[in-house]
């Protein structure tokens, strides 16, 4: 048994350009799940590391009206280069040799959601989160992107991690900042159990305090070379935490073993699985479905290949399962620019628009698996 | 409408050399629909034809 070589394409791939369901027609399955084997890039730190130098060299000027003129500037400078970019970095996406990945990086990308929306210091940032957080992961385990994603700076800035200081905390004595709990309220939520699931908001607070310190170092009294995450121990809530019941204690790596125990929450499982089966089964898909890559997930140690190769288990297992699926903007645009080519992109004028109107995951950070130099990535809205 | 204004500006870009009907055969194999199938052959023009297709059931659904 195997699967229709349309679904193959539309329903897990981001189309089909011509002549592609004949290729795909020997082995539709096969096709599938060979880009399940594939080996993701690690990250390339070097455009971070640059994006840091740039945003401190802004940020640090010390009178203040000089260094506003200098982050607006920088701000525009990203925003202008993000959109003239977009069309080469969308147009590659679109026209991936494995577009069940580069579909699979987009819903992980949604999943893990940055916007610069009213956060322009998100913006130096955001271009490369997608390339450094996501992308190597996708076919990794789910505890290594959740670790990469809540240490990047788009995402410590973002939820403002990045100013969160433990009332506790040495630095606490002089500064009128507090715990911000918005992170991790979002890595419970959004990010690993979801909303209502028996988490209360005292885990909250606790996961906060667990997080205190992850910031990125652009103060002006840090050197200059340091790397784009940040432990910053005087900010850092001392004692004991304890969340959903597992007692934890102070540190960095007290921090991020308490993400991986998250993920590898049964309850992290079936929310996840709930998400991937309404993305590619069915908006209402039966439990059986998400039960299923529920279990490839447990089973595996949370190893997103395995999830993966579950939905391609269902796809010719049981194809009654499969319901139609209405496309998102974005994937519509990508729908036509395989069908018919990058050159429905090219008009320079018509970009700002289309950037828009791509609402969807990738707008504001490189889009995966693109030669181009910089360009898009998740944001809500751009 | 968005999407209908970004098809219609795809369809004016598009350099291909099949006609519209042709095209969707190929793109949608076994799951083209008769309501498509009619949009991209019975329009005036082949860029009509080729809006028609870019906005029809199964363009817009995967």
Same mark, same amino acid.
């Given at each position: 048994m195997t699967i229709n070589p349309s679904m193959a394409a539309h329903r897990f791939g981001l189309g089909a350009y011509p002549g592609e369901l004949a290729v795909l027609a020997r082995d539709p399955a096969g096709a599938l799940w060979r880009q399940t084997e594939l080996r993701m890039p690690a990250a390339n730190p070097e455009p971070l590391r640059r994006a840091l130098i740039e945003m401190r060299a802004a940020a640090t000027i010390a009178e203040k009206p000089a260094r506003q003129a200098a982050l607006r500037a920088l701000f525009k400078r990203i925003r202008q280069s993000d959109r003239t970019q977009f069309d080469a970095a969308f147009a590659a996406a679109a026209q991936s040799t494995a577009p069940f990945v580069e579909r699979l990086t987009w819903f992980w990308a949604n999943h893990f959601t940055v916007s610069v929306k009213g956060k322009p210091r998100v913006l130096p940032f955001a271009g490369t989160f997608v390339a450094d957080a996501i992308r190597p992961h996708v076919l990794g385990r789910f505890a290594d992107m959740l670790v990469a994603v809540e240490q990047h700076p788009a995402m410590l800035i973002y939820l403002d991690n990045a100013v969160s200081i433990g =009332? &506790?905390?040495?630095?606490a004595r002089r500064s009128k900042r507090g715990l911000n709990e918005n992170l991790a309220r979002e890595i419970l939520e959004l990010h690993t159990l979801g909303v209502g699931s028996g988490y209360s908001q005292q885990d909250v607070i606790e996961l906060a305090r667990l997080i205190t310190g992850w910031t990125v170092p652009i103060g002006r009294r840090l050197p200059n070379d340091m790397e784009p995450f940040f432990f910053a121990e005087n900010w850092h809530e001392p004692g004991q935490k304890r969340v959903l019941g597992v007692r934890y204690g102070e540190g960095l790596a007290e921090g991020e073993r308490a993400l991986r125990d998250l993920a590898a929450r049964p309850r992290t499982a079936q929310f996840l699985a709930t998400k991937l089966a309404r993305h590619f089964? &069915? %908006? %209402? @898909?039966p439990a059986a479905a998400v039960d299923h890559i529920a279990g490839r997930y447990r089973e595996s140690g949370g190893s997103l290949a395995r999830m993966s190769q579950a939905l391609i288990e269902i796809a010719v297992d049981? @194809?009654?399962?499969l319901q139609p699926k209405y496309r998102q903007p974005m994937d519509h645009m990508a729908a036509i620019v395989r069908a018919l080519g990058p050159e429905v992109l090219k008009a320079r004028r018509t970009l700002p628009d289309l950037t828009k109107f791509a609402q &969807? =995951? /990738? /707008?504001? &950070?490189r889009l995966p698996g693109t030669q181009t130099k910089r360009a898009i990535g998740p944001a809500r809205t751009l | 409408m968005r999407r209908l204004e970004w098809s219609i500006f795809a369809a004016k870009r598009a350099r291909i050399s099949l006609t519209p009907e042709a095209l969707a055969e190929s793109v949608f194999g076994q799951d083209l629909t008769p309501e498509t199938r009619f949009a991209a052959a019975g329009a005036e023009s082949p860029k009509q034809a080729l809006t028609l297709l870019l906005v029809s059931p199964n363009f817009m659904w995967r």
């Open positions: =009332p &506790a905390s040495k630095a089964i &069915a %908006d %209402d @898909p049981r @194809p009654q399962w &969807a =995951p /990738l /707008l504001r &950070a | -």
